[in-house]
């Protein structure tokens, strides 16, 4: 009963050690891209290590270039360019190009709701 009873505080334990350790290495995860001057609106891969960029600077915005060896800029842009989408939105590391959490789920509870 006694080792039952210690098996069990033990798995609950690690379970418990397991959560915190996840949690304090998840919290950088969800911090906004950018800083409080700057930040990246929208990116576009074009190859393996190639891309464009719209970067907000202040009030500035800046079409860039991004290769593995160096960035360049390409123009800068009014406000009346950039997409209202992308003014709005909040990046995320390792989220660009996927719809956002609240459109995903607007579109399959709006399918489900024309089956009902």
Known sequence: MISLIS?????????????????SLGKGIGMKRGGTCMQM??????????????????????LIGIASSQITLLAELAEEDIPREALE???YPGAEGYESF???LKKYTDRNRDDV
């Open 89 to 91: 939105g909040t990046t």
């Open 7 to 23: 098996a069990l505080i033990l798995t609950v334990l690690i379970l418990y050690l397991s959560y915190i350790f996840t949690k």
């Open 41 to 62: 609106l929208d990116r576009l891969p074009l190859g393996q290590d190639k891309s464009v960029a719209i970067v907000r600077t202040g009030s500035h915005y800046y």
């Open 102 to 104: 609240k459109k995903i």
